[in-house]
């Protein structure tokens, strides 16, 4: 393998490129006219072509030299954004916070939670992304965030995970419902009851259809969704019943009308976990993210109301 070409002859090539001129290209890299010919031959011997053609005092582009023009700007224009991300660190003084997670709960608790970590540690460079949940890992391996929350999936040696919480799943049902009166949702009753479930790909969907098949129960699927509210606004029009996390029933314009129910003999919990690069030392930011995503969760779940039964007709 050919070792990286040089950054300051890619500079150099640049420049003049643009300038058509060795004599400004030496006045704008404060370097001699012998220094700049002397960068632009070693760089042609590197690619083992000419790059500019020479008439006069002007140069242009050879074919060659078009041809590595776009590459060049592009690895200069990265080297540029690689240097302000390190300047940022530098300025913000505490580090980063960069964190994914799947769209549904991503939009609800990542907002108060980032607010929430840099109104204690205000010099914090934050930054999320949404990850899919059928392989959220994907973020880590591409080094695009240090955190990853997601549903827990398969134990894989390179990962450490934290446990955050259990997110509960509930059925969300009209309240006129026959389940409403029992104030729960009867296993032996969900088979045949068509319902909405989450997207059939996810990590999320894995568990729920083991939690199921352990039951012997098959679900009767007429539609996923990719966001609880999605969910609730089917379950309204009366498609079937929203299997949804509790915490997303709670405070959603879409619940009005609609009853919440537990299933009635073994709760559905999935774990939720944190999972970074094993051996990696968190971060004082990541730690507080831990800490009040715990938090805030507990706060998004709250307790789900019963629901009221029908008043008798006078």
């Given amino acids: 393998m050919k070792p990286p070409i040089d950054s300051r002859q890619l ?25 700049v010919s002397h960068s632009i031959k070693s760089l042609e011997t590197d690619m083992g072509c000419r790059l500019f053609d020479r008439v006069g005092k002007t140069v242009m582009l050879t074919q060659a030299g078009e041809q ?11 080297m540029d954004v690689a240097r302000g991300g390190m300047t940022g660190l530098r300025q913000w003084g505490f580090g980063r916070l960069r964190v994914g997670a799947p769209a549904p709960i991503g939009d609800s608790l990542l907002p108060p939670v980032m607010a929430e ?17 059928s392989n959220p ?12 929350l ?12 934290e446990t955050l919480f259990a997110e509960e799943y509930v059925f969300a049902v009209p309240r006129e419902h026959p389940w409403c009166s029992l104030q729960a949702a009867p296993l032996e009753a969900v088979g045949p009851q068509p319902v909405i479930v989450p997207g059939l790909h996810t990590i999320t969907w894995r568990f729920i259809d083991e939690f199921f098949r352990a039951e012997q129960i098959s679900l009767n699927v007429q539609g996923e969704t990719g966001t609880p509210n999605q969910a609730l606004a089917l379950a309204k029009a ?34 939720w976990v944190i999972t970074f690069w094993r051996g990696r030392r968190l971060s004082l930011p990541e730690s507080l993210f831990i800490e009040v995503a715990r938090q805030q ?6 307790e789900i109301s019963p629901p009221r039964k029908p008043r008798a007709a006078h």
């Fill in 117 to 133: 970590v840099r109104r204690r540690e205000p010099r914090t460079l934050l930054k999320t992304e949404v990850a899919d949940e």
């Fill in 297 to 302: 969760i507990a706060q998004l779940a709250g």
């Fill in 11 to 35: 500079y150099a090539f640049v420049i003049l490129a643009r300038t058509g001129s060795f004599t400004q290209t030496a006045r704008e890299l404060f370097l001699t006219q012998s220094a």
């Fill in 238 to 271: 009366g498609l079937g019943a929203a299997l949804i996390p509790a915490w997303s029933f709670n405070g959603s314009p879409l619940a009005s009308g609609l009853a919440a129910l537990p299933l009635g003999r073994r709760r559905l919990r999935i774990p």
């Fill in 137 to 148: 890992i994907d973020l880590l391996e591409a080094r695009r965030v240090d955190l990853v």
């Fill in 68 to 78: 590595l023009l776009p590459h060049a700007d592009r690895i200069l224009r990265e």
């Fill in 150 to 161: 997601s549903p827990a999936g398969k134990p894989d040696e390179r990962f450490a995970t």
